[in-house]
């Protein structure tokens, strides 16, 4: 019981920051390929509810960066121009889940901008960016696992319940595929495809080939299962009143194997959000200016960038309390009473 | 024995079917390395089908991998089109900087984590346990792109480390010592992000292997009999845990040349990450080939390395193989 309910709470937690990120139009301030040339590499700003001369205000305020005389990439907080945040303003055009228009955002000012994460090289708000390119990692990382998971039932209910060459021939396949790194597998198997690609071809071609990397390991344990729950009594009951093969797999067999997806999905989705991220930070993956944490990231590869301006780094975190939901679910849903454990107390006990 | 020529027969045919395959997926990539050229105006065609018949581009598939085979056996692995050199000694140079690095973060990692493994085991749910857990739990999360990006940022801010690179810029006119002592600050970051990014799971796998065989009735008879508890837990304990963590281990050997090429790229340290990544933005497939089958002939012998190892440690593996 407590397994479950420790699932329930992580599926809440993944729930909740997913959320965050299908809401990015509506929770971002700006667009995310919106320049302000003006502006590059501003630091992040700030929220005061204090100001210099120690009033307190009730509406938190950041304050617009002015040049520090003498030095052309450097800002200090302009103490004269406070910049209020107000909540619920109209601002740039978004689709909400890319269905509904809306210009509605959680938060803005009104004089100039604001940007919590300061901004990158062309004055992109790196905030909206970090929001926006969570869709695109996430959404690769789900629908790269939801691919593999697909692919690896199907080759592993072949494999399993046909048996003979067909089960020889996949397994060695899949020994293939488990024997090598997926990272290499990912590099090998994307240098042999086209390299410049517009964004929304490069996302499923990074897509199909993150999920052809990683079959190997759901397929095998699907096998595994599907060897065993042939073997049941209702099974054979069934197949001697003369069930089809068809029939048997998807009323009796397949449906076993709901609980060993659901782990490899919990421990699939963020290596692949990690694939993406990866492939795209190495420029193989989705290329701007379409944000993605990978891309984000690799303006990090310029030295001067990683010496003056260290705010680059923080996308890096996003996707930190994404793993830690992902890994408390995957140990939560593989949970089971621990041996040692008990075994442990009883020796206590005679001891 | 026939399980170890089988187990070695098995890596071989790994091996062949691994590069099967790179050579496949060749003939399904549009465009090669030439084709930039066609866009030069002082390139002329005919000269680009020369170069594409010099370099047995215009040739059928099974052809190529067979002469490919060829210049395996004579040491040259292809030949590549950007460095116009057979792509073997160049890959060698590269795998030699990879080796030195992932040698050296995998014996540190493993010589961390076998101690705290151990340790955190024997304090099963205790504070030192807890503790352990959580730091490995925390250094999981953290994703390895994450973690090596984090720690270039921190040696640039701090200019605690050399960031980039493998040597300084006066490294050829330093006395040998000093030569020594500037490579391993070089190797310092990259080291330390491979060492941090492998060693949680390696800690968790010795926790559980240890957890395991510590309540086993030879051990309570071991420590009845008076036997110094250290010794108990690395003397008695842990060779009997060995089993899981051999082939953990056999793992770590089969990853030298292929678990660092992320961090070797975020670092710039000149190993065959930067070089592979290279040759795959430039089509330069040989090398894209060559590095995979290289990698793929360590994994073999990492995983016969684990054969073999167990072969000699199991009794287990012996008799049953024998029976078959």
Known sequence: MIRRRKVKIWLLVLGVLHSIVICAGFLAPYDPVEQDRKNPYLPPMRVHIVDARKHFHVRPFVYAFQLRPGAFDQYVEDATQPRPLKFFVTGD??????????????????????HLLGTDAFGRDQFSRLLFGGQI???????????????????????????GWRDD??????????????????????????????????FFLIVAVIAAVGWARPARLVRGIVLSAKEHDFVRAARGFGASNFYL??????????????????????????????????GLGVPEPVPSWGNLLSNLQQYSVLVSYWWMYLPALAMVPFFLGYLGLASA??????????ERRSLGSLA | MSYLLRRLAHAFLLIIGVSILAFLFTTLAPGNYFDEMRLNPQIAPETLVALRAQYQLDRPLPLRYISWLNSVFHGQMGFSFAYNAPVAPLL???????????????????????????????????????????GTAALLVVPDLALALGLLVLAVRTHWFPTGGMTSVEFESLSTLNKIRDLALHMMLPVAALVLSTLPLLVRHVRAAVAEVLHAPFLLAAEGHGIPRITLLFRYALPAAANPL????GFSIGAL???????????????????????????????????????TIFLAAGNFLTDVLLYWLDPRIRTESASR
């Open chain 1, 93 to 114: 055009r978004y689709r909400l889940l890319s269905l509904f228009a809306a210009r509605f955002h959680l938060f803005g000012v009104e004089n100039g901008r604001i």
């Open chain 2, 92 to 134: 060698l140079v590269r795998a030699k900087n990879t080796l030195l690095l992932t040698v050296t973060a995998t014996l540190l990692a493993w010589g961390i984590a076998l101690p705290l493994g151990v340790w955190s085991a024997e304090r099963l749910g205790q504070f030192p346990d807890r503790v352990i857990s959580w």
């Open chain 1, 169 to 202: 021939v996949l397994m060695r396949v899949a020994e293939l595929f488990l024997a090598l790194p997926w990272l290499y597998l990912l590099f090998a198997l994307r240098a042999f495809l086209p390299l410049t690609v517009n964004p929304l071809q490069a």
């Open chain 2, 246 to 249: 051999l082939s953990l281990f």
């Open chain 2, 257 to 295: 040349l292929s678990g660092s090429l992320l961090i070797e790229v975020v670092m710039s340290w000149p190993g065959l990450g930067p070089f592979l990544l290279e040759a795959i933005l430039a089509r330069d497939i040989y090398i894209v080939i060559g590095g995979v089958l290289f990698s």
């Open chain 1, 333 to 342: 849903l593989q949970e089971r009473p621990n041996p040692y454990t008990i």
């Open chain 1, 137 to 163: 990692s996430l959404f690769a990382g789900l629908l790269g696992a939801a691919f593999t998971l697909f692919i690896g039932w199907c080759i592993g209910a072949v494999a399993g319940y046909f048996g």
């Open chain 1, 249 to 282: 797999l998807r009323r009796h067999i397949l449906p076993e194997t709901s609980s060993v997806l659901l782990t490899q999905a919990a421990i699939l989705i963020p290596q692949y959000i990690l694939a993406e991220m990866t492939l795209s930070f190495l």
